[in-house]
């Protein structure tokens, strides 16, 4: 059984930065997409950014650009997001998604094990 436990989040002020982390485990890590999406409060939960299985493409949403960053390690087993310059607008839980032959990064249908979820609330 694929295991997703994310770790990082927590309180951040506005402009502040925060790097989460995704552990994987109980599975072939190199075979897996990986992608985040968030919930905010009230709100459906959406795509925020995702990796190609090597590492070797990204794809990201308005919210992402120019200001998150995904990244994976093969030899830890870990997908990484960094996250720069955050507003009150990014707090949200946080998901970690891992997916074998993802086709359309943005779609939560493609992703087959899921994490629990981190807390990332941006206020003073």
């Known amino acids: 059984q694929v295991r997703l436990v994310e770790y990082g989040g927590g309180l951040v002020q506005p402009g502040g930065s925060l790097n989460l982390s995704c552990a994987v485990s109980g599975g072939t890590f190199s075979l897996y997409g990986a992608g985040w999406f968030r919930q905010a409060p009230g709100k459906d939960r959406e795509f925020v950014i995702a990796i190609n299985e090597n590492g070797g493409a990204t794809v990201g949403s308005a919210i992402a650009k120019d200001r998150f960053t995904i990244s994976r390690d093969k030899f830890k087993n870990l997908i990484y997001l960094q996250m720069n310059s955050l507003t009150p607008e990014d707090t949200a839980v946080y998901y970690c998604?891992?997916?074998?032959?993802?086709?359309?990064?943005?779609?939560?249908?493609?992703?087959?094990?899921w994490g629990q979820g981190t807390q990332i609330t941006v206020s003073l």
């Open positions: 998604a891992v997916g074998r032959g993802v086709r359309d990064y943005l779609q939560e249908s493609y992703y087959d094990y």
